[in-house]
């Protein structure tokens, strides 16, 4: 029961940054859930572990909210996969959740390095 | 569409699994690649991914079905359990069922009587306007079409002020032979304007403005549906033809829609036709017509700000009344929406009181379930544990729980809904006979709404604290072995006690209003009525009136009527009345004003004509004079006989009554010459109007003297007459022949309706009788309730402290010392139960204060021996739980261990 609570947790405090990490993959073309969490995995250098418990709910609902779209196809070495791609609402998704992270990147660090504002 | 969606859902479910299946394989294929063999690679795989069938739970979660597959789920296992024990499942089911049941047969007869709207749009704006003048005994008459005239050109608090009357005696519609009773009303043109409803078929009344003149509107009629369907078989070319009423021709304007009628407590099949105004209406006299106004409010405006201008316009009104009596009697106006007249207050009142005890015993019927669910909760601790041990969330225990309780409230309702439609039917002559609408039997929106409520409610309150309980219980002690007998127990008994108390003590005030209603029921049957009822068939005749300008109906009609019937084998008497005691048919009142010179006071009497032999067949008994005899013809003196209350309210004497006898009463024929009739004896009182209601003044004047030149000839002869007939053949004999009596000598007679005399006195008793028949099987199902909940609490005490008795036992108990301890057990909670019960029962009598005859609200007798009949019922509920305690054996209590 309490490990459910924790993954709980888990998806509320990367909500946002989750569906934006998960997007930003996928602008470069479709992908299965696998080679998603090992993406953001290595393109972090391998500090964001992705839980699977958060990934495939994640991509689950944004599919359920249009942003990607799934289909099967079989991978390179002839494994059956369920492939995700973005949609047209999803780059639009993708757009507003940069602009936003942006935006609170740099109120973050004008608040945490004040003396850079002079 | 359901199952689709559910099978889509298998579908999604199972391309879950091969996604995540996926997921481990290509994780598992990296792992090798980097040189990790097979076995360890998917496990690291499988490390990796972390619990693969909780991923998959809250991935499902995020579908937003998974509530869905769990209440299919709960509702199964719910199923399961309810087979798996039938007995209990009965248990509840009937007890919930009882109490909803009795509860949704209350509400169908409240919601038709009470809530129901009036057939017409925006129906509070409809008032009833009359005049009168208030005071003591005030009296509201209808208005004077000049009064009204005047209203309507200088109120401005109403949309539209219409007027109607009813046509005078019966009229009957259609063909010569083979006609039909109707209720015939005449109406103002801006009648049908001022109810905002038109007629389904044809163009309606004409809407020309009132006038003096004779015009071609006058002979059109508008049918109601029922007529039109009933009468010419719903005709859709009906409109233009012409139809007779009462031997007269009218054309057909129109047909008005299904369900609507007027007035609203119409029964029969309708017409309306215009009214007509003449000379009379020019006038402002005693003897101009009064008309009964409804009229409708202009949106917005309050009823008692239209009362208020009304008034102030009446009182310049008045002034143009040149008779001083006929001018007081207009000088105020009195206003009551439409709506008011529907039911009365003391019946609505009672319906109301009716709907609480059913409520009551719908709350009872819970506890108990509570109770049952409560006991049952206990006998399932283990599973309960088990399941919060597997890891169900406390919330994922009571839910499940409570979907049980929505499953047995459930099958309760369905079996409820036909308790109570069998319970409208069995009293459906009752409720007939007592309400102005007749109460469906089968469900409509409004009730099936309200039984809808009453099943969840039912099962939250039945279910939800067990569920509550269960969930909250620690596991620990649960799984092991003989937990049943942990110390969570004590609280649980005392919560149970509780229940069973609090039963007990609503169980005792529906008793207790029930007995008050059986003695008042049993006062009613002795008061003495002041005359005989056994052995009396009582027709009311359908007399068409119409005929009656034609003939003498004394003459040619009553009296050879009774010669014939008095021949007839096996009759010992019959006679006529205009309306037979307690008949409820006809009311005539007559007031006679008093003066200073005369010494009298003014008297409102009841008015009736009979025939001579009446006497003998109703055995009425003479305080002084005589009654009237075959000597009282129309060519001998008018005689009038009076009644002891009519004597004590004329007689100038209080101390000698008879000396009202000699005394000229009121003029019977018409003209100067005429004479007055002389009283020439006084009745004993005897009960007119209703058994609890004493006697109120009465005049009686002859048939015979009552002839076609008289002014009362076609109010006492034409609208309304019971035959009353004596006679010891079975009324199975007896009915056939005298309707054949009546059909010889009038055709329409012979449909008239045939009861008996006893049937009119029950009927008479009225809603004390049906309160008193519903709140015997209320309260009898409490009792019943209460005594289950009592002996079931005691039974689970008993089988839950075998072990402790064994030990009483071993350690010299005696038999009689453990029955004590159950005795005590069960008295505590019945003596607290009936202590609680007689204050709310003390409190909530009040409320049928008004119901009841010859007996106090708070009658002690009433309250001690309802208190005894529970105490009686605990302790055979007590007994055999505790007789069993005594016969356990200590080896084998023990040996239990």
Redesign the interface.
């Known amino acids: ?1 309490a ?2 609570e924790d ?2 947790n888990k998806i509320e405090l990367l909500q946002g940054t989750l569906d934006l990490l998960i997007l930003e993959t996928l602008r470069w073309g479709a992908q ?4 998603i969490s090992q993406a953001i995995r290595a393109r972090s250098g391998e500090i964001l572990q992705v ?3 958060s990934l ?2 994640a991509l ?2 944004m599919e ?1 909210q249009k942003w990607i779209a799934s289909e099967w196809r079989t ?1 390179d ?1 002839n ?4 492939f995700y791609k973005l949609t047209k609402e999803g780059r639009k998704q993708l757009a507003l959740g940069r602009t936003k992270w942006e935006a609170m990147v740099g109120a973050i660090g004008g608040v945490l390095n004040p003396q850079m504002e002079n | 569409m359901r199952f689709s969606k559910l099978f889509r859902a298998d579908d999604k479910k199972s391309e879950l699994d091969e996604e995540i299946t996926a997921h481990l394989a290509m994780a598992a294929a990296e792992k090798r690649d980097r040189g990790a063999d097979a076995e360890t690679a998917e496990q690291e795989a499988r490390r990796e991914f972390g619990n693969a069938a909780l991923v998959k739970d809250v991935t499902r979660e995020s579908w937003g079905w998974l509530w869905l597959e769990r209440l299919l789920q709960d509702l199964r296992y719910a199923a399961r359990q309810m087979r798996r024990s039938p007995g209990f499942a009965a248990a509840v089911v009937g007890t919930l069922a009882l109490g909803i049941g009795a509860a949704t047969a209350m509400f169908t007869v409240v919601d038709r009587v009470l809530l129901r709207p009036l057939p017409y749009p925006h129906p509070s704006q409809l008032v009833d306007v009359s005049e009168g003048e208030p005071g003591g005994n005030a009296f509201w008459y209808g208005v004077p079409y000049l009064d009204l005239a005047a209203w309507r050109s200088q109120s401005k608090s109403f949309a539209q002020i219409a007027y109607y009357t009813f046509s005078t005696g019966r009229s009957f519609l259609g063909g010569t032979t083979a006609s039909t009773e109707i209720s015939f009303v005449h109406v103002s043109s801006n009648f049908f304007q001022a109810l905002a409803v038109g007629p389904q078929l044809g163009p309606g009344l004409p809407r020309a403005p009132e006038s003096f003149a004779k015009s071609a509107a006058a002979n059109t009629i508008v049918l109601s549906d029922t007529a039109w369907r009933t009468i010419f078989a719903a005709d859709r070319n009906i409109v233009g033809k012409s139809v007779e009423v009462n031997d007269q021709p009218y054309t057909v304007a129109g047909v008005m829609p299904r369900g609507f009628n007027f007035p609203y407590d119409s029964h029969a099949p309708e017409a309306w036709s215009p009214l007509l105004l003449s000379q009379k209406d020019q006038v402002r006299k005693s003897d101009s017509s009064m008309y009964s106004v409804i009229a409708r409010l202009r949106p917005g405006v309050k009823l008692a700000s239209a009362l208020a201008e009304l008034n102030i316009l009446q009182k310049r009104i008045v002034q143009n009344y040149t008779d001083p009596d006929a001018r007081s009697f207009a000088s105020h106006v009195q206003m009551a929406p439409y709506s008011a007249g529907l039911v009365e207050q003391s019946t609505a009142r009672a319906l109301y009181a009716l709907l609480s005890a059913a409520l009551l015993l719908w709350l009872i019927a819970c506890v108990n379930a509570t109770n049952l669910l409560l006991a049952r909760a206990m006998a399932r601790q283990r599973e309960t544990a088990m399941r919060s041990a597997l890891g169900a969330s406390r919330w994922r225990v009571t839910q499940q729980l409570i979907v049980e309780g929505f499953l047995l409230s459930g099958t309760a309702a369905l079996i409820g809904a036909g308790m109570g439609s069998a319970l409208i039917l069995l009293f459906h002559h009752a409720l007939k006979s007592h309400l102005p609408f007749d109460v469906p039997v089968l469900l409509n929106l409004p009730v099936l709404a309200g039984l809808i409520v009453l099943t969840l409610v039912s099962a939250v309150l039945a279910a939800a604290w067990p569920a509550w309980i269960a969930s909250h219980a620690p596991i620990e002690p649960g799984l092991r072995q003989g937990g049943q007998q942990s110390g969570t127990s004590r609280a649980h008994h005392r919560l149970r006690g509780g229940l069973v108390i609090a039963e007990i003590a609503m169980s005792l005030t529906l008793l207790a209003a029930c007995g008050l209603l059986l003695r008042t029921i049993y006062a009613l049957r002795h008061v003495p009525l002041g005359f005989r009822t056994d052995h009396i068939i009582v027709a009311n005749l359908q007399i068409p009136t119409y005929r009656f300008t034609r003939i003498n109906a004394d003459s040619d009609l009553y009296e050879p009527l009774l010669e014939r019937i008095q021949h007839m084998p096996g009759i010992d008497g019959a006679g006529l009345m205009t309306e037979v005691p307690l008949g409820h048919t006809f009311r005539m009142t007559l007031s006679l004003y008093g003066d200073a010179k005369s010494g009298h006071s003014t008297v409102q009497s009841n008015f009736k004509a009979v025939s001579p032999n009446l006497q003998s067949v109703f055995g009425f008994h003479m305080l002084a004079g005589r009654y009237f005899n075959a000597q009282d013809t129309a060519s001998s003196d008018p005689v009038v006989v009076v009644n002891q209350a009519f004597a004590r309210a004329y007689a100038p004497d209080q101390q000698n009554l008879s000396k009202v006898l000699g005394m000229q009463l009121i003029k019977l024929g018409k003209g100067k010459e005429s004479k007055s009739g002389t009283i020439i004896g006084i009745l004993d009182d005897f009960r007119q109007a209703s058994v609890s209601q004493a006697a109120t003044p009465e005049i009686e004047v002859n048939l015979p003297q009552i002839t076609p030149t008289s002014g009362f000839y076609t109010v006492l002869e034409g609208i309304a007459m019971d035959l009353a007939v004596r006679t010891q053949r079975p009324l199975s004999v007896a009915i056939p022949e005298i309707r054949a009596a009546l059909r010889q000598a009038s055709p329409e007679l012979a449909n008239s309706n045939m009861t008996t005399m006893d049937q009119i006195v029950e009927d008479s008793y009225g809603s004390q009788m049906l309160a008193a028949r519903l709140l015997e099987i209320f309260a009898g199902c409490a009792l019943l309730l209460c005594v289950a909940g009592l002996y079931g609490l005691l039974a689970y005490v008993v089988s839950q402290r075998t072990r402790e008795m064994g030990v009483r036992f071993a350690l010299g108990a005696q038999r009689e010392d453990v029955i004590w301890l159950i005795l005590r057990h069960a008295g505590t909670l019945v003596i607290t139960g009936v202590a609680l019960g007689l204050v709310l029962a003390f409190v909530s009598t009040r409320f049928i204060r008004s119901y009841l005859y010859g007996v106090s609200a708070h009658d002690a007798w009433t309250l001690a021996a309802v208190a005894l009949v529970l105490l009686a019922s605990g302790a055979v509920a007590a007994y055999l739980p505790a007789r069993r305690a005594a016969q356990v054996n200590p080896v084998e209590a023990l040996r239990a261990e």
């Open positions: 029961m490990q459910r993954y709980r299965h859930g696998y080679a839980e699977t418990g495939y709910p689950h609902r359920r991978t070495q494994q059956r996969a369920k």
